[in-house]
């Protein structure tokens, strides 16, 4: 998998996981995307980025949208 993020892409390989999918940087330990469910969690070079939320298929089926907690 790849993963391109602000003009980077990131080879990504799946990692064991409890639950969900998770996937870590080839080249990158402390990156990587975790999806459970409808929500998915990125984490670029230790940076943790807000919670992403699936979005339903009539607002498009590729389209993510992230929400800051708190």
Do not use: H, N
């Amino acid at each position: 998998m790849q993963l391109s993020v602000g003009g980077e892409t990131f080879a990504m390989r799946q990692v064991e996981a409890a639950s969900g999918a998770r996937y870590v940087a080839v080249d990158d330990a402390t990156s990587s995307f975790w999806s459970k469910g409808d929500r998915a969690t990125l984490v670029i070079r230790g940076q943790a980025y807000p919670t992403c939320l699936q979005v339903t298929a009539k607002d498009g089926p590729f389209r993510t949208v992230s929400r800051r907690s708190g």
